[in-house]
């Protein structure tokens, strides 16, 4: 699935979950957390508005455009395509990226594996960590704005959910974390794993 390696300075750290598992917030907390480190990062969600595909997707996932279904998990794929340029350059510079969503994603959600298999493979950026944000449907369905987009139903949670365990199960650059712990409590074991791999 990944692409060569090359002389990274910087860290690739993705955030992975059902919708509403609590990434975002994990993510600005991060955020303050590596400015305070004086570690300079950018933060990209996944699907971007960056490229066209990740505008298109944006627009879609709010109900304001149809795209066909065959299609959908295609502009998903080209949006990180385009990407993974722009995020090698940075991680050769020494610049942190903190992902919202990384092609885990494009598999555990995704209807048509062939567009990953024939477009993405060889082609992604090995990350050095993923949090894994584990919480069900039944933990997220009554938090704030659930349901606004066309994604967030149940049985498409569940089959994400379950395919997320699979993908992620034995893996030693995962850290699962229970998501339905308090925000804080969740940041500080986010904060300590950073720590005790990454900052010396
Ligand atoms: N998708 C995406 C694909 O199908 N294929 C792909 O390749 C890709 C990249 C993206 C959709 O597209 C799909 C997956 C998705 O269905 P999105 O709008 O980007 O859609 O959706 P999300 O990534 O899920 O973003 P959300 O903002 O919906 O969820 P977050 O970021 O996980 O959650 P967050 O932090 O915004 O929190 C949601 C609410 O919960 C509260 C927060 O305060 C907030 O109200 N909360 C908590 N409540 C209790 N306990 C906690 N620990 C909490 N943490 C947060």
Same mark, same amino acid.
């Given at each position: 699935?990944? +692409? ?8 690739? =750290? ?15 907390? #991060?955020? #303050?957390? #590596? =400015? ?35 299609? !959908?998990? #295609?502009?998903? +794929? ?33 209807? +048509?594996?062939?567009?990953?298999? +024939?477009?993405?493979?060889?082609? !992604? ?48 650059? !995962? ?14 074991? =986010?904060?300590?794993? =950073? ?6």
């Amino acid at each position: 699935m990944y +692409t060569k390696e090359f002389d990274r300075k910087g860290r690739l =750290i993705c955030f992975e979950g059902i919708d509403r598992s609590g990434k975002s917030s994990q993510i600005e907390i #991060l955020s #303050l957390y #590596l =400015i305070m480190k004086n570690i300079p990062h950018v933060v990209i969600k996944f699907p971007t508005n960056e490229t066209y595909p990740g505008r298109e997707i944006n627009k879609f996932l709010k109900g304001e455009i149809f795209i066909n279904p065959d299609k !959908v998990d #295609l502009y998903f +794929t080209s949006d990180r395509l385009e990407m993974y340029g722009e995020i090698k350059r940075l991680l050769e510079e020494g610049t942190w990226i903190i992902c919202d969503r990384y092609v885990y994603s494009g598999i555990a959600y995704g209807n +048509t594996m062939i567009y990953f298999n +024939t477009l993405e493979f060889g082609k !992604v950026i090995r990350p050095d960590l993923v949090f894994f944000m584990d919480v069900q449907y039944e933990d997220v369905k009554n938090r704030k704005d659930f349901g606004k987009e066309l994604y967030e139903e149940k049985n498409r949670l569940e089959r994400a959910y379950k395919n997320f365990l699979k993908l992620f199960e034995d893996k030693d650059f !995962v850290k699962i974390i229970d998501g339905r712990k308090g925000i804080r409590e969740i940041s500080e074991e =986010i904060e300590k794993e =950073i720590e005790g791999i990454f900052i010396k």
